[in-house]
């Protein structure tokens, strides 16, 4: 019987570093021990069969915006649409099948850092290429991520890059990119971002094909100045100085402490040294094997695509295969989480803003419609609380919920409802 | 950055590090309040309006007679066939017939130059500064959260339309209460009562896993069978707003909120400060059709929200104001936008209003590296309010500040 606080870090490993733990997965982790189960679920497969084996989505270039209300408009947008649900149950599927998870969870994680929505950019193909950049380099280098992003399609029109020229310059990009995705705010001046701006002038994005296009004559190469350089700068080179930069040293350490740690207990101040040089991975498993995984009062509540596919995994649903796709699409719309559409720049909220009336009554459906469909081979033979909590990955049920479930007698269906809408559930203790 | 909204700035202005959690109230729970303890009349409301994104003020309040103005915006500078002149050379985005209804009336003060020193040009900073009222420390209280500091408790005293709460909402020790928009509905039978067990506390809960029980009960206090307010239809006003002009069609959300809002001070609900809100004013690109749209909405749903304060006879006691987080830049972009800038105007309208122009108009000519130089400090707005509607010293609220606009006819 592992004890508790081993319990506690096994599930916070694998709900946080993963997207919670397939049947049977959980009890594994625990009977290998600690530091194995660390290994485990910290190192990324070279490569992933299940994940691999979804298939991509045929994804093309759909040209330009037809004519309003002709034929062609309504072919059109018919064609958009199932171009972008096919890559939203692509990416779905792979977070919920992974056998390991880390890889998609951290390309999840960057999504919401370089937060760039569909809504605007209006192009699958284009999303899909940014989302195979931050797959590429989610655990890889920071600086070759920054510089992968500077030019994405997607970003750039996104932030109004695509369309900027040395006449007038669009401030948008520069100032997100220093405020939201390398420095955080304050450690930069409006002379800098107007000076940047300047530097990152001459790209077109061509968005419906996801291309890009650099037009010297669009772009302003007098020197600017900024972060006490001055030289001929274009958008590599001005990455470059931004992640060299001691503010970015602790600015992604801290943005990371707080999604996958805690947003209550302050970054360590040596957490920032696993950044030194700019890898993701030792960031990574300096976090995931930190004292503070331990610690009992790091809650974190689960996002609406967290708890979503750690349902699926449990259920052991692939939401592709679902009766109706377009009902788990609009669940996760009104719960306030889709795939490829974050509010904004900003990326997604956390914690207390999942905790609302309203996201518990969506979560309390979408529970009833996903444990119809799912196998729950795992509870025939023991339905104790005990089982519930090692099936899904949970460190201990409350004695509120024992009663919950002890109301509801064996019937696996119903338990399965209670325990995924549970607080202990929605909420990784 | 496309649409702007108020998540967004709970995560990153800290509102969600406050130490009370907001209670999310129920519509039962506000009729009920309003049944045993409704608000007299005569008693002044304020509806705050914030508008997410940094609001272009030169082409909302527009000097267009202004040959500076005209040459620093090609493509993107409104000509007098597209504003609805004032005075003073200056006129309202042509889509705000409804202002125009309010200014003829006397009812719509337009202060201009609103800011306040050494601005900030990050949204997410500066929406912080506008909300918490503290332009020089970072403080995570905001302004009408202080002011319920300073009352006595009562969870509806303050609310916000939503499923968060706004920053300016929380106080040090109180916090006011959100009312998520439309209905919940709520599971029956045996699932329900087993969905009670687990909405229960339980000694060993962390703050969130205590906050994702206590969500779960709040769905349940809510009961179909007591006279949901919700479900009567929105008080009517006599006089509809004019369509012309900024009406593009469909329901904004704003319209939505501002009928939840009429509906509960039409039954006497005991609240002081609602606090609603529109986004997608950060218009860097494509400014025009967008944020004329936006301003059509803000115009004409207002416009109507005062009509039925009107009918409900609530008409000398609510006061609407709309702002945003910064003005916008002088100068165009490439990108037919604008970037983000300092001062803007700020509206007052209905209550007792006295309409007109307050502060200077910006000059266009003496600029401050490319940015409006502000004229009219936002915390002088906050006092007249917070003196003149809610009764409370000005400088226990916005530490020690002394000056407001005379906005505001005596009672």
Known sequence: ?429 | MDTLTRRKFLQLTGAGAIAGVAASLSIEEIAQAALSNPLPIGTPIVVVVTLYGGNDGLNTVVPYQDSIYQASRPGISLDASKVIPLQDGLALNGSMTGFKSLWDQKKLAIVRGVGYPQPDHSHFSSMAIWQSASPQEHISSGWIGRWLDSQPHDPMRAIGLGSVLPPLLAGAHQVGSVLPLGGLVIPSGTLAQQCAQLSKASGADTPLVALAAQSMADLFKLSGDVGPVLKKPAPVPDVLPTQAGGNFGGDSSLAQQLDVVAKLIAVNAPTRVWAVSLGGFDTHADEIQGQTKLLGTVSDSITRFLGQMQKVGRSRDVTVLVYSEFGRRVKANASMGTDHGTAGPVFIAGGRTQGGFYGDQPSLKTLNNGDLMVTTDFRDVYGAILEDLLNTDKSRVIDGWKSKLPVFAKA
């Open chain 1, 1 to 429: 019987m592992a004890d508790l606080l081993d319990r506690l870090e096994v599930s916070r490993l694998v709900h946080r570093f993963g997207f919670g733990p397939k049947p049977g997965e959980f009890k594994k982790l625990l009977n290998m021990g600690l530091p194995a189960a660390r290994t485990q679920i910290l190192t990324a497969s070279k490569s992933d069969a299940a994940a691999d084996a979804v298939v991509a989505p045929k994804l093309t270039d759909l040209g330009f915006f037809p004519t309003q209300k002709t034929q062609a408009a309504a072919d059109f947008n018919l064609a958009r649409q199932l171009q972008i649900n096919s890559l939203y149950t692509w990416w779905l599927d792979r977070m919920a099948v992974a056998d390991q998870a880390l890889l998609e969870r951290m390309t999840w994680f960057w999504h919401g850092h370089w937060a760039t929505s569909y809504d605007k950019v209006q192009y699958a193909i284009t999303m899909k290429i940014q989302n195979d950049t931050l797959r590429k380099y989610a655990l890889g280098n920071f600086a070759d991520m920054s510089r992968a992003m500077v030019q994405d399609p997607a970003l750039l029109y996104w932030l109004d890059a695509g369309q900027n020229s040395k006449q007038s310059p669009n401030e948008n990009l520069a100032r997100e990119l220093m405020e939201l995705f390398t420095l955080g705010v304050g450690n930069y001046t409006e002379s800098d971002i107007r000076e940047i701006a300047r530097g990152l002038t001459g790209w077109q994005v061509y968005r419906s094909g996801g291309t890009t296009q650099f037009n010297p004559l669009k772009h302003d190469s007098t020197p600017i100045t900024f972060l006490g350089h001055t030289g001929t700068y274009d958008a590599l080179g001005i990455s470059d100085v931004l992640v060299t930069e001691s503010a970015c040293q602790q600015f992604i350490p801290a943005r990371m402490w707080f999604r996958f740690l805690s947003a209550e207990n302050p970054v360590p101040s040596d957490l920032s040294d696993s950044f030194v040089g700019r890898d993701i991975n030792q960031l990574v498993q300096t976090l995931g094997r930190h004292s503070q995984m331990r610690a009992v009062g790091n809650s974190q509540v689960k996002s609406p695509v967290e708890w979503f596919i750690s349902a699926c995994r449990a259920l052991n649903i692939t939401p592709s295969k679902l009766q109706n796709v377009g009902y788990a699409i609009s669940a996760l719309t009104n719960m306030g989480q889709l795939p490829f559409n974050p509010p904004n720049v900003g990326g997604w909220p956390a914690d207390e803003a999942w905790l609302s009336a309203s996201s518990a009554q969506f979560r309390l459906s979408f529970a009833q419609y996903l444990v119809k469909q799912g196998d729950l081979s795992t509870l025939a033979g023991d339905t104790s609380a005990q089982a519930i909590a090692d099936w899904l990955g949970v460190a201990e049920f409350s004695y509120r919920t024992k009663s919950a479930f002890s109301a509801a007698g064996s019937d696996p269906a119903r338990l399965a409802i209670l325990a995924i809408c549970s607080p202990e559930y929605v909420v990784n203790a």
